[in-house]
């Protein structure tokens, strides 16, 4: 019988396979090693592959749809509900057959190679910066340990590095001092690969003229508009705005039954890192917001009823209305008909 519909459990090493004809009479129920996947659907004719969109899942779903089959993926979460009983390789890999014929169900854009290399120059500077914190960090609690404190900030740390680096202090013993050198190593290390990363998405940021109209955006800088664009291969694929800042995670999540309504916190769904540096930009436009107020009308006003944190989020998710926009329908960001359109809505 000739299988129409698989559903592929992927992990590091062992696979499991689960097929269907087109009367859905199960056909084929079996486990692959890696190395035999891709031998496995070169000998099947064209069908439909479903995956969860996990860790490799944009690689084999490359590797297949060059084999000449359908495939798609599918967010893990949605995947669960299909899951019969106790859950095995066997059984997700039913479920994801199972799913990938439903006609609700949502389905992940599988990402190209270039595209998952621009994601990699943010992840790994994202990584970096983390190093570089724990590195300051461990530098200040050891020497606040012999009694050697500095003030917060880049001044601070600066004198602290000027005091490992001079002549000898009496303050550190000898031991202490090798250690603190190291970590003065490992921190210059880090902060010049660092800068290296950088470049390099700023190159890429130059290079792309969707990236320089989002930078447009009060709030969304150089980072956030490279992640965006790198990170959205196609904002078509959201309905609107709305959708758009939904799977970043920047809408209520609610929780609402017999007709009554309610919302709660942001459902923090989606991509952390567009969540996180989307926030950030909010909070630095909120303090503009409080110094030149006349320039804010809305955010001003916005601060006078809410917390600070709570109108950071809601300016994140208007930026994200936005950065939709201009993807789905091109055109430049105006900050004057950006101000009309907040009129009115609030009108």
Not at 64 to 71: A, D, F, I, S
Not at 323 to 334: E, F, N, P, R
Request: glycine letters at 6%; a positive charge.
């Amino acid at each position: 019988m000739q299988v129409t519909t698989i559903g592929l459990d992927i992990a590091k090493n062992v696979f499991q396979v689960h097929g269907i004809d087109a009367s859905e009479k199960v056909v084929v129920r079996k486990q692959l090693r890696r190395s035999q996947v891709l031998a496995f659907f070169k000998a099947l004719p064209s069908c439909l592959v479903g995956m969860e969109a996990c860790a490799t899942a944009h690689y084999w779903a490359r590797e297949l749809t060059k084999l000449g089959h359908k495939v798609r993926l599918m967010p893990a979460r949605d995947v669960k509900a299909y899951v019969k009983r106790n859950k095995n390789d066997a059984a997700d890999a039913e479920a994801i057959c199972e799913a990938v014929r439903r006609p609700t169900m949502r389905f992940v854009q599988v990402k190209s190679a270039e595209q998952q290399s621009q994601l990699m120059l943010h992840r790994t500077r994202d990584l970096l910066m983390r190093q570089r914190t724990q590195l300051i960090n461990a530098l200040r609690a050891h020497m606040a340990e012999l009694g050697i404190v500095a003030a917060q900030g880049n001044a601070g740390l600066k004198e602290l590095l000027k005091i490992i680096a001079g002549e000898r202090d009496a303050r550190l013993p000898v031991d202490a001092h090798a250690s603190l050198v190291v970590l003065t190593a490992g921190l210059h290390a880090v902060q010049t690969m660092i800068g290296s990363i950088e470049k390099r998405i700023i190159v890429e940021h130059r290079s792309n003229e969707a990236s320089k109209r989002l930078r447009s955006i009060p709030g969304i800088g150089l980072l956030g508009a490279s992640a965006i664009v790198a990170t959205v291969q196609d904002a078509k694929a959201f309905r609107s705005g709305r959708d758009f800042a939904a799977w970043i995670g920047l809408v209520p999540r609610e929780d609402s039954t017999g007709g009554k309504h309610k919302l709660g916190p942001i459902s923090k769904q989606g991509d952390r890192y567009l969540r996180r540096i989307l926030v950030v930009g909010a909070h630095a436009v909120l303090k503009l917001a409080r110094q030149k107020p006349e320039k804010y009308p809305w955010l001003t006003q916005l601060l006078a009823r809410r917390p600070f944190k709570v109108v950071a989020v809601a300016l994140a998710n208007k930026m994200a209305r936005v950065a939709w926009a201009l993807l789905a329908k091109g055109g430049t960001y105006s900050r004057a008909r950006a101000l009309v359109t907040t009129v009115t809505a609030a009108a």
